[in-house]
């Protein structure tokens, strides 16, 4: 599924592992890092870095090294914290939002329009940082 999406991903300035985590993390917002960077170190082969399980590292040069192999750039660690900005709702939310409003367009409308407003804005980014930078990543 990560290589299904991560054209998509990487036309916004982000990848596949990063889409799929915001996809796996609905139930749970405060979930998504964590489950980029298991993602991140199970697809990039990561030797000892928890083989998709919860690992901790020493130091901060051992979390660029796994980001780096995960073909991470300044302009991906750009866009996932302006995609984390605007992401849409948790599960719990939407279905606050539902329980209050009765409404399922409204549910609808809670769960798409910050969707839109971040792919929107990580996509205007990339093309701006792409014009602007000498080798275009």
């Not at 979930?31 to 960077?37: G, N």
Request: hydrophobic content about 55%.
């Amino acid at each position: 599924m990560i290589h299904s999406i991560d054209p998509v991903g990487l036309f916004i300035g982000l990848n596949g592992v990063i889409l799929l985590a915001y996809l796996i993390a609905i139930p749970a917002n405060e979930i998504v890092l964590p489950t980029v960077f298991m993602l991140t170190a199970l697809t990039a082969q990561f030797a000892g870095a928890g083989e998709g399980v919860m690992f901790e590292l020493d130091s901060v040069s051992e979390t660029a090294a796994i980001l780096q192999s995960g073909g991470w750039t300044l302009l991906t660690g750009i866009n996932v914290m302006l995609f984390s900005l605007v992401h849409n709702p948790c599960s719990t939310t939407l279905y606050t939002i539902y329980k209050e409003t009765g409404s399922a367009r409204w549910t609808s409308f809670a769960a798409f329009m910050p969707l839109a407003l971040g792919f929107a804005l990580c996509f205007f980014v990339a093309q701006v940082w792409r014009l602007l930078s000498p080798t275009g990543y």
